[in-house]
Structure formats: structure tokens, C-alpha cells
């Protein structure tokens, strides 16, 4: 999988590295990949943070710091569902 923009193709990359070496794999499905890459580098690119796009930012950089892809809920998601909350890690 090729992404057109350098911060989506960025991202990408190291969510692979980082997959690989968790023991995760990234979701072979293209929509939801596009969708999460995409969501992840818009808030990169507003904020200044990966945040998931999935979940909610309170505005507290502190409180949010939980809340950057892989977030700290990534584990328990992906070992009680499948996949975490934006589908982008899986077992």
C-alpha cells in the first residue's frame, strides 16, 4: 500500500514497523486503512498530535496523550475485539 501524501505515507510506515513489532498486524482492508491513516494525519497535521480520529480529544494535552495512535486502549481492544477501536491494529 502506496499513500499519495508524505505525512499519510509517514504514518503508515511506522504504524507497520510498530504492528510487527507488538505482534499486531495492520487490517488488510483498504477503506478502513485509508480511513484511519487519513483521520490520524488530519489531526497531526490540526493539533500536532497522532490522535486516533476515533476518539474524542478533551483538550487537555495531558489527558489526550492516551489518546495517540497506538492508544493506550490498543491492547485490551485488539485482545478482547479483534481489531482496536479504528480498526487499524488487528490480532
Known sequence: MKFEGELEEEFYQSSKKN?????????PDYDIIT??????????????????????????????????CPCAARSRDVETRGSCRCGLYIK
Open 35 to 68: 480511513t484511519a491513516v487519513k483521520g490520524i494525519c488530519n489531526n497531526k497535521r490540526e493539533f500536532g498530535e497522532w490522535y486516533c480520529f476515533c476518539q474524542k480529544r478533551t483538550g487537555d494535552a495531558e489527558k489526550d496523550k492516551k489518546i495517540i
Open 19 to 27: 504492528a510487527e513489532a507488538t505482534g499486531y498486524k495492520l487490517n
